[in-house]
């Protein structure tokens, strides 16, 4: 995979004081664009659509911190070590190491929460932003209804205390862990075999899983705090922003438009554009690669 690309492993600064170690690959050349993988994924996620932007962009594609290849700290009592501020600084830190002090970012799922703090904590190092099939994570908890609740039942399973989802899930990780790949809209064959193989070596990883589930607790306890801050401070987004969405998946189905839903979160509405991409489900980018590679190639070149 990533034919032409070179790996890296960088350490970084952890915010207790510790170290990360971010694993990823780079190739390309022109402006840097850094591309962020959500759950249960990891980098491999992005090869197509990554292929596709090196022709005219620098991509760099790392593992957050507790997936794939990248280190797994302690979370602490907080869960502080799994927040989106902690992510989004890693990946600040590993761009600045490469050379990049400012460029692009396009997150899926997670890397895209991690890619809304990274607007708001870090605002002077992104000049463009995409946010694929995501509802900001307070907008989320704030507007749980039964669909909801049913389609994100992992939310609020994950949250619940450790060890008690650690175990239910080491019944059958490979199992589960393929459940959920062809969950939300999307079918289990819109994962290329070799990235499916990825994600099976990180998820058979009792620690791996846990990290994960430690990406979900913070999300709904130190998240939230952040989040609550930021909208105190007036932190909101200031550049321009791609919101994609698959018309089959959960956000898709979502009473309000997620395009009306991000643009409540900037500074100008029209900083803020995007559409749902027809027949994908949650794994857009898996699904039709070559269409979010191409949305990302005309916003990034705008």
């Known amino acids: 995979m990533f034919d032409?690309?070179?790996?890296?492993?960088?350490t970084v600064g952890d915010p207790d004081g510790g170290v990360v170690t971010v694993h990823g690959v780079r190739g390309g050349a022109g402006p840097p664009v850094l591309l962020l993988h959500g759950f249960p994924q990891d980098h491999a996620m992005w090869e197509p659509v990554a292929t596709a932007l090196a022709r005219t962009h620098t991509v760099v594609c790392p593992d957050l911190r507790g997936y794939g290849e990248s280190g797994r700290p302690a979370?602490?009592?907080?869960h502080a070590g799994y927040a989106f501020r902690a992510m989004a600084a890693d990946q600040v830190a590993v761009m600045e190491q490469l050379g990049f002090?400012?460029?692009?970012?396009?997150?899926?799922?997670?890397?895209a929460r991690v890619t809304h703090r990274m607007l708001l904590d870090h605002p002077e190092r992104v000049i463009r932003a995409a946010l694929l099939d995501i509802l900001p994570t307070a907008?989320?908890?704030?507007?749980?209804?039964?669909?909801?609740?049913?389609a994100?039942?992992?939310?609020?399973?994950?949250?619940?205390?450790?060890?008690?989802?650690?175990?239910?899930?080491a019944g059958d990780p490979l199992g589960y862990l393929h459940r959920l790949l062809g969950g939300w809209g999307s079918g289990l064959d819109a994962h290329p075999a070799e990235a499916l193989a990825s994600y099976e070596r990180a998820f058979a990883d009792p620690a791996a899983r846990h990290a994960m589930l430690e990406d979900y607790r913070a999300g709904a306890s130190i998240d939230l705090e952040h989040d609550a801050a930021s909208e105190r401070a007036g932190e909101r987004i200031s550049v321009p922003a791609l919101v994609l969405w698959g018309?089959?998946?959960v956000v898709g189905g979502n009473a309000e438009s997620p395009l009306d839903v991000w643009r409540?979160?900037?500074d100008d509405p029209a900083l803020v554009t995007g559409r749902a991409l027809a027949g994908a489900g949650h794994?857009?980018?898996?699904?039709q690669p070559d269409v979010v590679a191409a949305e990302l190639a005309g916003f990034l070149q705008a």
Do not use: M, N
Request: no cysteine; net charge negative.
């Open 4 to 10: 032409g690309f070179e790996s890296f492993d960088l």
């Open 75 to 78: 979370s602490g009592d907080d």
């Open 101 to 111: 002090d400012t460029f692009a970012v396009a997150g899926h799922d997670r890397g």
């Open 139 to 150: 907008y989320v908890y704030d507007h749980v209804d039964r669909r909801l609740a049913t």
């Open 152 to 169: 994100y039942y992992h939310w609020f399973f994950f949250i619940q205390p450790a060890d008690l989802p650690e175990r239910l899930i």
């Open 247 to 249: 018309d089959a998946g």
């Open 264 to 266: 409540g979160l900037a």
């Open 283 to 287: 794994f857009l980018a898996d699904e």
